[in-house]
């Protein structure tokens, strides 16, 4: 994943002749990965009731408002598909981001519904015009992001952080394997109103051999508690057999105090290698000199109080307390380094409960962009006893 992505409306005209305009707009939001969506198929009209169930689903409203109708005053309209879904999205609190076409008609949008930009069509492409466009799509995604992705989106003030976060990673077994069982429950607590989405996701660390009809991870999203009677609605991007990516948006939109506490709950055979030959990528991660084909853990995704993690194994699985290493490191796409300052500050424990292993770690304020987790070899295949 390469940077944190977002869904949004995208309001425009149907028209021919405004074709290229919007094609300039779209890749645009393509490069800054806003995956934009509406209900009109080549140019056809808009169903109004169906924008609203699809504006339900998005963060915010991009609306390009070029000229329609000529007034009495000289200036345009916009098309009246534009101008309801505007409307639409003031009344479902949906943030919005409007590009007018110079003479469009706007005073009754200007200071309610949402940030605006002048553009002249002839001069979309000039370095000035388009270095403008830029920075504005990518400002407006920022305000509707929650920094989820451990690489690009760490510095973003998002309003809120976790009170707690803790995970539980199990193995257990199932029929005549063994099955992944991954849990995480987080209490966010939010500063200010949030009208934005939260992306969320499962993935394997290192990806197992899976077949072509393996089965998608099999999850849900619980709300626990909340401070008032708040709905978690989901979106969601992509769900394989060890790929989980989803949004989270909250109905109504929490406010100030406000605090919700969820729990992630999935599971698939396929999010860590389960035996030493379903292993796909084999990246070994040194550590005080033995190396080690799996690793695991959670890396914070914004700000955090407390962390806990836990990963258990059965019995029968075959290992040891002495199989596992504990260990906190730099992470982007991989492990850059180790960082043993931290893994000093963490309490950890492991114990063996008639062979079951059990690894807990928990510590205060981690850092972002940290792997906090433990590595381990997988056994060679074998029956379970």
């Known amino acids: 994943m390469d940077s944190a992505k977002i869904y949004n409306f995208f309001s425009c005209s149907f028209r021919e002749e405004d074709r290229d305009v919007n094609q300039f707009f779209l890749s645009i939001c393509g490069a800054l990965?806003?995956?934009?969506?509406?209900?009109g198929t080549a140019y056809s009209k808009t169903p109004p009731?169906?924008?609203?169930?699809?504006?339900?689903?998005?963060?915010?409203?991009?609306?390009?408002?070029?000229?329609?109708?000529?007034?009495?005053?000289?200036?345009?309209?916009?098309?009246?598909?534009?101008?309801?879904?505007?409307?639409?999205?003031?009344?479902?609190?949906?943030?919005?981001?409007?590009?007018?076409?110079?003479?469009?008609?706007?005073?009754?949008?200007?200071s309610n519904y949402g940030t605006y930009l002048n553009f002249n069509r002839s001069k979309l492409y000039e370095p000035e015009s388009l270095k403008k466009i830029v920075s504005s799509l990518h400002s407006f995604k920022l305000e509707l992001i929650s920094p989820y992705d451990p690489i690009f989106n760490q510095n973003i003030t998002s309003g809120?952080?976790?009170?707690?976060?803790?995970?539980?990673?199990e193995l257990k077994e199932s029929k005549d394997d063994y099955c992944w069982f991954y849990s995480t429950t987080k209490k966010l607590v939010f500063q200010k109103p949030?009208?934005?989405?939260?992306?969320?996701?499962?993935?394997?660390?290192?990806?197992?051999?899976?077949?072509?009809?393996?089965?998608?991870?099999?999850?849900?999203?619980?709300v626990e508690n909340s401070s008032r009677e708040i709905k978690i609605n989901t979106v969601v991007e992509k769900n394989t057999a060890d790929t989980l990516e989803a949004f989270?948006?909250?109905?109504?939109?929490?406010?100030e105090n406000d605090f919700v506490e969820y729990s992630l709950l999935s599971s698939s055979k396929y999010l860590n290698p389960?035996?030493?030959?379903?292993?796909?990528?084999?990246i070994n991660l040194s550590i005080e000199d033995r190396l080690y084909k799996c690793y695991d853990g959670i890396i914070p995704i914004h700000g955090t109080k407390k962390a806990i993690f836990e990963f258990r194994f059965p019995s029968s699985y075959g290992l040891t307390r002495y199989d596992i290493v504990p260990f906190v490191g730099s992470y982007t796409s991989k492990v850059d380094y180790f960082v043993e300052s931290e893994l000093e500050?963490?309490?950890?424990?492991?114990?063996?409960?008639?062979?079951?292993?059990s690894?807990?770690?928990?510590?205060?304020?981690?850092?972002?962009?940290?792997?906090?987790?433990?590595?381990?070899?997988?056994?060679?295949?074998?029956?379970?006893?």
């Open 33 to 39: 990965d806003i995956d934009c969506v509406n209900v």
């Open 49 to 110: 009731d169906k924008a609203k169930e699809m504006m339900n689903d998005c963060s915010g409203l991009i609306a390009v408002c070029v000229k329609r109708t000529k007034t009495e005053n000289g200036k345009y309209l916009m098309p009246s598909a534009v101008h309801d879904e505007i409307s639409f999205s003031y009344g479902m609190d949906l943030p919005v981001l409007m590009f007018v076409e110079e003479g469009v008609q706007i005073e009754g949008f200007k």
């Open 160 to 169: 809120f952080y976790s009170e707690y976060t803790h995970s539980l990673y």
């Open 194 to 222: 949030f009208k934005g989405s939260i992306r969320i996701g499962t993935w394997a660390t290192i990806p197992s051999i899976v077949p072509k009809n393996a089965e998608p991870i099999n999850w849900e999203i619980k």
């Open 248 to 255: 989270l948006k909250f109905d109504p939109y929490p406010e």
């Open 274 to 282: 389960i035996w030493d030959d379903e292993i796909s990528n084999r």
């Open 345 to 357: 500050r963490a309490t950890i424990k492991i114990d063996s409960f008639a062979g079951n292993i």
């Open 359 to 385: 690894v807990r770690m928990e510590l205060e304020s981690p850092l972002l962009r940290h792997l906090y987790g433990i590595a381990w070899n997988p056994p060679q295949k074998k029956e379970i006893k």
